[in-house]
């Protein structure tokens, strides 16, 4: 049974950078094909997909977060990491990692973690 599980700050302050590790139990993250993935859902509002690291190492993120976003990995702890830079209060959410499966759908997700962005 795979198992993931987030962990960092719950609270950051404006214009710092987000870090937060996922770290895997139950499977390797370097197994072909899976993508490994952070999601964030705001209050009030519906999933908001940041990117995801493959298997292989290589990174995929989404357009309108790009510019801040780093995503990357350790395989000697089976962990891996999402940066975001320079946030803002509108980054408050609750951070999921996840893995993705052949099917496309992310079918085993870590129980998430708050962060808030406020001085």
């Known amino acids: 049974q795979v198992q993931l599980q987030e962990s960092g700050p719950g609270l950051v302050k404006p214009s710092q950078t987000l870090s937060l590790t996922c770290t895997v139990s139950g499977g390797s993250i370097t ?54 830079s320079s946030v803002t209060p509108e980054d408050t959410a609750v951070y999921y990692c996840a893995r993705r499966g052949g099917s496309l759908e992310y079918d085993y997700w870590g129980q998430g973690t708050q962060v808030t962005v406020s001085s």
């Open 31 to 84: 197994t072909n094909y899976y993508y490994w993935g952070w999601i964030r859902q705001p209050p009030g509002k519906g999933l908001e997909w940041i990117g995801n690291i493959a298997y292989g190492g290589s990174t995929y993120y989404s357009p309108s977060l790009k510019s801040r976003t780093s995503i990357s990995r350790d395989t000697s702890k089976n962990q891996f990491t999402l940066q975001l």
